[in-house]
């Protein structure tokens, strides 16, 4: 096994390995293609997935979820893995966005009223709505960040309209994700904001 040099905890020797294992299970994977993987440098670009775990009921108030965007990130889609539903609160259900005491900040930008009474991945969607002339577009749980929405109506050819794009992180000065849960009287909820991104270089 190689000899690791320190002096103190400052690393001052450098070690050349051809196996290398952890908890007993062997890296496989050349160093090339570690730097494919994770070198934003050697890449350009890299998909990112960033995690928040909540681990206690949310107070009703606009959160910070400690996840900061980079300041150059493609946005493509953020969403709430419920865990535990929230059965207590009146209104169940939870913003997510970017925190409105920054500069551009939107508290409702990338989900807008997503249901926490269920346990499962939550998604910003559209609501189609069958009525008696026509069938449209309702409503919407999708952020103005992620999208663009027009509700329809019941009358013939007013079907609305929607679609999604994502959200550049340098179109603003705010990067930092926030949660808000509908209603300050939750007890019972859990769950994680999973924020899906590309780097850029």
């Not at 020797?13 to 051809?18: I, K, N, Q």
């Not at 109506?153 to 999604?164: I, L, M, P, Q, W």
């Not at 990067?175 to 780097?199: H, N, Q």
Request: aromatic share 4%; net charge negative; glycine share 12%.
């Amino acid at each position: 096994m190689p000899e690791r040099i320190t002096r103190g905890k400052a690393l001052i020797g450098t070690a050349s390995v051809t196996a290398l294992e952890i908890g007993g299970t062997a890296v496989t994977s050349t160093a090339a293609e570690i730097n494919q993987v994770a070198d934003l440098s050697a890449r350009g670009a890299l998909v990112r997935c960033a995690t928040a775990s909540i681990s206690s009921a949310p107070t009703g108030s606009e959160q910070d979820a400690g996840i900061d965007l980079p300041a150059k990130a493609v946005v493509l889609d953020v969403l709430v893995d419920v865990t535990a539903a929230e059965v207590t609160g009146g209104t169940k259900t939870m913003n997510v966005g970017l925190l409105s005491s920054e500069s551009g900040g939107d508290a409702d930008g990338f989900l807008v009223g997503v249901s926490c009474a269920s346990t499962g991945l939550k998604r910003g969607v559209a609501t189609v709505t069958a009525g008696g002339s026509e069938t449209y577009f309702s409503a919407t749980t999708r952020g103005a960040l992620l999208g663009s929405f027009v509700a329809g109506s019941d009358s013939a050819g007013d079907v609305g309209t929607v679609y999604e794009r994502p959200h550049l992180s340098d179109s603003v000065t705010a990067k930092s994700i926030s949660y808000t849960a509908g209603d300050s009287d939750w007890v019972e909820f859990r769950g994680t904001i999973v924020v899906l991104y590309v780097e850029v270089a």
